[in-house]
């Protein structure tokens, strides 16, 4: 569950439903039009694609590569100051969308492309944490 000190968000409406489906489902989960089939991040009540308002959350590969990241080297929330310096990415799924994870291990071998895997932490009843480490 949640490190001690964690800020951890308190999410509603769609956000909400997004957790809620990972901490479910066991694993990331990415919404996607029930008509054209577009996965999507974040969450939205319709299709930018078809504008359909019909969709489902499904599981993800939670698979992806490296599409941009940051390395802090300061940290204002007290539970991540052991962690310093620490990097957080932007991964590109598989299935299209980004999302935004913090990097599990590591930092020296994080590059843009690198293929990585990405996995759920539940920190409350209604949030979850992405962490993401480089692919085998």
Do not use: K, N
């Amino acid at each position: 569950m949640s490190t001690p000190g964690l800020f951890v968000p308190q999410p509603e409406g769609l956000s909400l439903a997004f957790h809620h489906a990972a901490i479910e489902g066991g694993r990331l989960h990415v919404q996607r039009c029930s008509d054209c089939g577009r996965f999507r991040h974040p969450p939205r009540v319709h299709c930018p694609e078809c504008f359909s308002p019909t969709w489902t959350f499904e599981p993800s590969t939670e698979r992806g590569t490296v599409y941009s990241y940051v390395v802090s080297h300061r940290s204002f929330d007290p539970a991540w100051v052991e962690r310093i310096p620490f990097v957080t990415l932007a991964v590109a799924l598989d299935e299209g969308p980004r999302v935004i994870a913090a990097l599990e291990r590591g930092g020296a071998d994080v590059a843009l492309g690198t293929p990585v895997a990405v996995r759920i932490e539940v920190q409350s009843p209604d949030f979850t944490f992405l962490w993401a480490t480089p692919a085998d």
